[in-house]
Antibody, heavy 121, light 110 residues
């Protein structure tokens, strides 16, 4: 059974940093692209970042330059380093496994339970 | 404001059918496959449909997906109380070079 377990969330002040971790099990971690998706309370889903099997990373404009995604295949782990945090970054962050559709684009077949990040003074 | 537009809510009685629309543009739905996710209250999202019409593993055939032009639709037949959830469409946007989600639709079983 695929399992994704996030950790590292918590309360951080505006301008601060936080590092999220995700432990994957039940599948060959190194063979899959992995992503982070976030959801503010009562709001919709927002893609945060993705990393390929070769370590190539992708970000939307809203977090580019502030967030860095990385992975350690030896530890079956995914990370998200978040710097210069803002109140608008407050959300539950989900670790997600990605597959490719027939057009070569992502879809997300397995989700973790999420970890809450709160940016507030 | 989401790039993909979904109605905020839809409702129907048990056993009836609902459809959820997802409207986009040629930058996203018009040229890329669409996926759908179900999020039950207090839980993480779950994949329902990928590649416009393919049901994910274990998803009953009461759930169906379609795409026409720059819009996609999720259909749920034989509505059950357990289907009460938020539903999201998702695809790739070539202009933004980003994964984009719809704003979500809340399904209520009357």
């Amino acid at each position: 059974e695929v399992q994704l377990v996030e950790s590292g969330g918590g309360l951080v002040q505006p301008g601060g940093s936080l590092r999220l971790s995700c432990a994957g099990s039940g599948f060959t971690f190194r063979s899959y692209d992995m992503h982070w998706v976030r959801q503010a309370t009562g709001k919709g889903l927002e893609w945060v970042s993705g990393i390929g099997t070769a370590g190539d990373a992708d970000y939307p404009g809203s977090v580019k330059g502030r967030f860095t995604i990385s992975r350690d295949n030896a530890k079956n782990s995914l990370y998200l380093q978040m710097n210069s945090l803002r109140a608008g970054d407050t959300a539950v962050y989900y670790c997600v496994r990605a597959l490719f559709d027939y057009g070569g684009n992502y879809y997300f077949d397995s989700w973790g339970q999420g970890t809450l990040v709160t940016v507030s003074s | 404001q989401s790039v993909l537009t979904q109605p905020p809510s839809v409702s129907a009685a048990p056993g009836q059918k609902v459809t959820i629309s997802c409207s986009g543009s040629s930058s996203n739905i018009g040229n890329n496959y669409v996926s759908w996710y179900q999020q039950l209250p207090g839980t993480a999202p779950k994949l329902l449909i990928y590649a416009n019409t393919k049901r994910a593993s274990g998803i009953p055939d009461r759930f169906s997906g379609s795409r026409s032009g720059t819009s996609a639709t999720l259909g749920i037949t034989g509505l059950q109380t357990g289907d009460e959830a938020d539903y999201y469409c998702e695809t790739w946007d070539r202009g933004l070079s980003a994964v984009v989600f719809g704003g979500g639709t809340k399904v209520t079983v009357l």
